[in-house]
Structures are given as structure tokens and as C-alpha cells.
């Protein structure tokens, strides 16, 4: 299995390296769901970034809001009963270099592409880009016809059962061609030798897969028989290189397979073909090898980590499995009740966890050397969002809980060494406004 997925990322800052901006920067995100009983504060305040080639690893128990936050940022949650109460996801997109054409060169500093310059104002710089000159979209806000731009092309997303995610009733071959037909129309008209600024409407309509019943009567007639057949095979062969890059033996013969043909790695490998068809330059990976056994497994991890290393695609990767996101993680990000309660680097949050909920994940985490019996376990369940008043959600199972956690939520707070920690165990008194007796102490337990 590979070691690492691992970057370049700071280990002197818990957010994105410091000379350039992040790929993507997420503010105060709130998501509630409306049901008979109230709202559901599914995720309340989540904050974090990614700079591009980065591996972010997204941990905590089931229904700790980790895959609504991946979801959300491809605005993949149904509205309603969704509802987007409240932040911001401020994404940068990148655009192919036009001196290398993606193969990477001084110009883009070997990535292949490059910050796309603001619409509104040519790279000067002005409010809607915050100054920067750089093109900024908050996909919360953006249209929908906009999102559908991004969506595959920017980001792509690996689902955690591709059993669920790929289409039965559809080839692999077609649900590959859709997303180069949807993003990457213009290169295949050039590479069957068509300039898609001076091609008729119908072969641009052919490659984007938009041709109606009549409009292919038409492709069936020469010489538009043979501009067709053309498109065709070039897609053909984007789509074998696709499945020949994620190990995909005699990808042209699983072309013409179904969903149920495949075996579970080879449906995974399909769903990562697929995610990467576009060079996108965030990929989201939920749980994407919880179904497959270990073996599989450590060839997905190899697979995404030299897939990563040649695009320089930053990765959202969320998981339950600790141990796995340690290995492949430049910074980590603990979810625990639709918050994050401690971020930083993965060698610090792994080895010097500093939030107690954190604590209790890593000590239930099973090794040869324990013997039976001796695996940590959180007292409690977590609890209902219904509502929530403002306190510490982790106070009813936390063994330093003090008064203060009854009536104050602990903001995120800068610990040093690039890490941040919403506890109160590292805030003070004098700060927060409490008198002293209340604040929890470390060297007591219950």
C-alpha cells in the first residue's frame, strides 16, 4: 500500500500555504434539514481549506455530518428539505495553461494549469474577486447552470458505493462519454480535426451527445456519416485511456460492459475513471473503499496517490478508518456533531491528539498488542441536532466536562504548530468572561 498521499502542505499553519491562496476555502458553513420535529442542524459552523495537491482527510462517526459537508459543495443535497442557512465555499477554479496545454511547464510551475483570471475584471483585481484578480465562485450561491460547469469538470466526486453510483441500465462506455461530451466538447472537435469555432451546429450538438432523433437521422447521411464516426472513435479512445490509467485490464472490452458485469474494485475503478476524466483539480473522495477488501483496497490508495502526484489534484478524502487517513492525510479535520472540533497536521493530530473526542477515536483504534478488552470506548451516542442550545455537543460524553460546557459553544481556536481545537480545556477563564471553577481541569477525570 502506498505511504502517503501527501503534498507540500505547511506544517506551520492548520490553512493553506501562505504565498498562494487555497483552492478552496470554506467559511461557517450551516446546512439544516426540516422535519416533522424541527430542524436538524446537520452541520452548524464548518470551516476549513485546501490548497491545491493537497490531501485533507474528513473523520468521525457515522452521522457526524462529514458526506453532507462533501456533498454540499457540489450542491448535491436536495432542496428541500436541505436548507442553507448560512457561510460560504470560496472556490478558485483553474484553467489549462495555454503555453504547455496541460503537460506542465515553468509557466504554471509544472501543474498544467493556471489561476483563471476574474470575469468582472480582467485580473485587476476588484470586489467580486476580492481583490485578488483571481476568478472566485462560492459555489453556496452560484447558479445552477454555472455549478453544472463545475461539477465534473472542477470538482469531481468518488461516491462511497459505485454499486449505487453508476447507472445499470447504461454502459460503462456511455457514462464515461457523458462527462467528456458535457466538458470537454471543444477537444474533441479538435482532435477529429473540426475547429469548434467554424463547425456547424449539428457536429457541435453530436459532441456534446445533444443530438435529437431527427438530428441523428442526419449523422446517419454522408459526409456527416463520417464526421460522426470520427467524433465517436475519439471519444472511444478517450475513454480506453480513462480505464487504462486507473489499471483497468482490456479497458476497450469493459467499454461495452454493464454496472453488474464488474466486480466491486472494478466498479470503484470505473467511478474513479470517471471522477478524473476532466483533470479536475478537487477530487472528493467519500469512503471510497469501505466496500472493497484490503487488497483492492491498497491498489485504489496507490492508484489515487500516482493519479494525484501527476494532476496535482487536491483531495477531500473522508473516512472512518483512522489509521488510513493518517497514512495518506497532509492535514486532518475531526468532525463531531456537525462541527469541527480539531484540525492540523496528521503526524500532530494523531500523535499529540489534544481534543478529547479525538483522544477517544485514536484509542479505539485496535493494534496486535492490545490484548482483549483493552479498546477505548466514548460513553454516550451523539446527540440530537434538534434545536441544539449553544454548549459543547461533546459535553454529555466527555470525562472533563465542567460548568462552562453547559452554556457556551467552544470556538475553534489556534494552538500553535499548525493546529486548532474547540475545547475549553485550552481556552482561559479570563477570556471567556467565567470565573475560574467553572473551566474544566485536565488532571481531573470522571
Keep these: 500500500m502506498t505511504e502517503s498521499l501527501r503534498g507540500t502542505a505547511s506544517e506551520e499553519e492548520v490553512t493553506a ?4 491562496l487555497p483552492l478552496l476555502s470554506v467559511r461557517g458553513l450551516q446546512i439544516r434539514f426540516s422535519t416533522k420535529r424541527g430542524l436538524t442542524y446537520a452541520v452548524d459552523g464548518v470551516s476549513f481549506e485546501i490548497a491545491e495537491g ?9 452521522g457526524s455530518g462529514k458526506s453532507v459537508t462533501a456533498r ?8 428541500p428539505p436541505a436548507q442553507f442557512a448560512g457561510g460560504e465555499a470560496i472556490f478558485r477554479p483553474r484553467v489549462e495553461c495555454s503555453r504547455c496545454h496541460g503537460v506542465g511547464c515553468n509557466a504554471c510551475d509544472g501543474v498544467g494549469r493556471i489561476v483563471e483570471p476574474c470575469r468582472m475584471c480582467g485580473g485587476t483585481g476588484c470586489p467580486s474577486c476580492q481583490m485578488t484578480g483571481d476568478e472566485t465562485v462560492d459555489l453556496l450561491a452560484v447558479t445552477e447552470r454555472r455549478m453544472r460547469k463545475i461539477r465534473g469538470n472542477h470538482i469531481a466526486m468518488i461516491f462511497q458505493d459505485p454499486g449505487k453510483a453508476l447507472d445499470p441500465g447504461m454502459s460503462i462506455r456511455n457514462q464515461l462519454a457523458e462527462v467528456f461530451a458535457e466538458h470537454r466538447s471543444g477537444d474533441i472537435l479538435r482532435e477529429a480535426g473540426m475547429d469548434p469555432d467554424q463547425t456547424n451546429l449539428l457536429m457541435r450538438r453530436d459532441a456534446r451527445h445533444r443530438a435529437r432523433l431527427p438530428e441523428r437521422l442526419l449523422l446517419a447521411v454522408p459526409p456527416m456519416r463520417r464526421r460522426h464516426r470520427r467524433l465517436e472513435a475519439v471519444i472511444d479512445e478517450r475513454i480506453a485511456r480513462a480505464l487504462a490509467e486507473t489499471r483497468i485490464p482490456n479497458p476497450r472490452k469493459i467499454m461495452n460492459r454493464y454496472p453488474h458485469e464488474l466486480s466491486g474494485g472494478m466498479k470503484q475503478r470505473v467511478m474513479i475513471a470517471q471522477a478524473l476524466a476532466a483533470n479536475p483539480e478537487l477530487l472528493i473522495a467519500d469512503e471510497p473503499t469501505t466496500a472493497l477488501d484490503v487488497t483492492i483496497q491498497a491498489r485504489i490508495l496507490d492508484l489515487l496517490a500516482e493519479l494525484q502526484e501527476r494532476l496535482h489534484t487536491a483531495v477531500l478524502y473522508i473516512s472512518h478508518d483512522l489509521s488510513l487517513v493518517g497514512r495518506i492525510s497532509d492535514r486532518v479535520a475531526v468532525m463531531y456533531a456537525g462541527h469541527v472540533v480539531e484540525m492540523g497536521p496528521a503526524d500532530e493530530v494523531f500523535g499529540q491528539p489534544m481534543h478529547p473526542y479525538t483522544r477517544g477515536l485514536i484509542g479505539a483504534i485496535p493494534s496486535t498488542g492490545q490484548r482483549r478488552g483493552e479498546l477505548i470506548a466514548i460513553e ?6 434538534m434545536d441544539p442550545a449553544p454548549r459543547c455537543r461533546f459535553s454529555s460524553r466527555c470525562p472533563y466536562r465542567a460548568p462552562v460546557c453547559e452554556h457556551m459553544d467552544p470556538p475553534l481556536s489556534p494552538q500553535g504548530g499548525g493546529k ?3 475545547c475549553f480545556l485550552y481556552e482561559r477563564s479570563a477570556e471567556l468572561g467565567v470565573d475560574p471553577s467553572e473551566m474544566p481541569t485536565r488532571d481531573i477525570q470522571r
Design 17 to 20: 500555504p501562505a504565498d498562494r
Design 72 to 79: 454540499s459543495l457540489l450542491r448535491l443535497i436536495p432542496e
Design 54 to 62: 493537497e490531501t485533507l482527510g474528513l473523520v468521525g462517526e457515522t
Design 380 to 385: 454516550g451516542s451523539v446527540p440530537e441536532f
Design 420 to 422: 486548532s481545537v474547540a
